[in-house]
């Protein structure tokens, strides 16, 4: 059994995204994430933790964060649940938004490696 303790706090434990997390959102919205975070792992509620998003991802620089954190957070069975989620929240714009950034950026890439011009 995975002890809550574990996952305190979840947003420190990850490095890069945390620093990311923490550095665009107020204290406020910090807490907020960490509470709904920590409300998902131990309740598995998607609906609840978009919700949470919802309201801490309020720009659109905010939003860009929105598949790392999925990616990251996001249980792979809850994956799909939480897209719709996302979409039904409003949320979905910089999903779609980032996966033609990742598209454009692999179609600029050979499979070698080399940047395309």
């Known amino acids: ?3 809550v303790r574990q996952y305190e706090p979840y947003a420190a434990q990850l490095g890069f995204l945390s620093e ?3 550095r665009q959102l107020t204290e406020r ?3 907020i994430f960490d509470r ?3 409300d998902y792992h131990r309740r598995k509620n998607v609906k609840a933790f978009v919700e949470c998003l919802s309201l801490v991802l309020n720009t659109n620089q905010k939003r860009q ?3 790392p954190i999925r990616d990251t957070y996001v249980k792979p069975s ?3 649940r939480f897209n719709q989620l ?3 929240h409003g949320l979905a714009t910089s999903l779609k938004k980032k996966r033609r950034e990742l598209a454009a950026e692999s179609n600029m890439t050979s499979p070698d490696g080399i940047h395309k011009v």
């Open 65 to 67: 964060l929105l598949i």
């Open 36 to 38: 709904g975070l920590a």
């Open 86 to 88: 996302v979409q039904a």
């Open 29 to 31: 919205e910090c807490g």
């Open 1 to 3: 059994m995975t002890s």
């Open 78 to 80: 809850d994956t799909s």
């Open 20 to 22: 990311s997390i923490h």
